[in-house]
């Protein structure tokens, strides 16, 4: 009997351990299983989509060089992809300039032909001057053009086969690919950054940030300028090459026109009224001594006169 009650008496003490210790496994056993809390993060998340303008400002950073941090709210295209795509469409940039110096029997019909090939081939002319000089014998024209460049080859060549005489020809051919594709890019670059700021300005609140932002869109715009005028330079160098066109002539019966008795009787008479014209005004403009000289003048003659009734 006592045997029995011994066995009943330590199952229970087994059944009384095993019950304490159930509750400490199962929280240990809690502890490990359950995932972190996503409480906090959904907080952030919350307060970034909810905040105020003036603070979601702060994830607009300035642009370093030509890379630009994105505002996250604002959205906008990445500088790096911008730039990539101005390297795959623009095309090679060639500026083409250069001035050449010949002898011709004839200077006007040699200018009307390069005039005439200039309009045909849709060139314009930026400057035309004349020169005779009768001590040196010679007459020249000089010149300078602007012609779209894919046709500059074949306007030298007209130009060429008017020559008597070659003395010189210079071609200079420079390639602006690189400058012009990072010119355009620092532009789009520019621009996109423009459009960031107009969207903060949108939903600003406070004075002091649309004074700021104000301040910095009116610097952008500034910038934006001065690369579209670059831009728009380059461009036109591009499209339009330049050529200075000197000729000249020693043919006798055409430099003779400034050494005939017309022209010297001409230039004579001309001079002569050149020159009264600056003694009248050089006069004038010495008034002063005129009315002295006027005044002495007529002392002397009073003087005279009265020393002449004296001795009658």
């Not at 060139?123 to 005779?132: Q, R």
């Not at 019966?253 to 400034?258: C, I, P, R, T």
Request: charged share 25%; aromatic share 8%; net charge positive.
């Amino acid at each position: 009997m006592e045997k029995y009650l011994f066995i009943l008496f330590a199952l229970m003490l087994a059944f009384t351990a095993c019950k304490n210790s159930s509750p400490k496994e199962k929280s240990v056993s809690t502890e490990l299983i359950m995932p972190p809390p996503a409480i906090k993060a959904d907080e952030e998340i919350l307060a970034k989509a909810y905040a105020p303008p003036a603070i979601r400002e702060v994830e607009v950073a300035e642009p370093v060089g030509n890379q630009i941090m994105a505002d996250k709210s604002a959205g906008g295209v990445d500088a790096s992809l911008v730039k990539k795509k101005n390297v795959a469409d623009t095309e090679k940039k060639i500026i083409k300039e250069g001035d050449i110096r010949f002898e011709t029997s004839d200077v006007a019909k040699t200018r009307e032909q390069i005039i005439s090939s200039l309009k045909h081939l849709e060139g314009y002319a930026e400057d035309d001057s004349e020169t005779t000089d009768g001590v040196l014998g010679s007459k020249e024209y000089t010149i300078i053009i602007r012609i779209p460049a894919k046709n500059f080859d074949t306007f030298l060549g007209t130009v060429s086969s008017t020559a008597t005489k070659i003395d010189s020809r210079n071609i200079r051919i420079k390639d602006v690919t690189s400058q012009f594709i990072d010119t355009k890019a620092r532009l789009e670059n520019k621009l996109q950054l423009e459009k960031r700021y107009l969207n903060l300005l949108n939903r600003a609140g406070k004075m002091r940030d649309l004074l700021d932002i104000e301040e910095k869109l009116t610097e952008i715009r500034s910038d934006i300028e001065s690369t579209q005028s670059q831009l728009n330079y380059m461009s036109k160098q591009v499209a339009y090459s330049s050529l200075n066109i000197t000729f000249y002539t020693k043919q006798p019966e055409q430099v003779a026109a400034g050494n005939g008795f017309g022209y010297k009787l001409k230039s004579a008479l001309i001079s002569g009224w050149e020159s009264l014209q600056n003694l009248f005004f050089g006069l004038l403009s010495n008034w002063y001594l005129l009315l002295v000289i006027a005044l002495i003048i007529v002392f002397v003659k009073r003087w005279r006169g009265r020393r002449i009734a004296k001795q009658a």
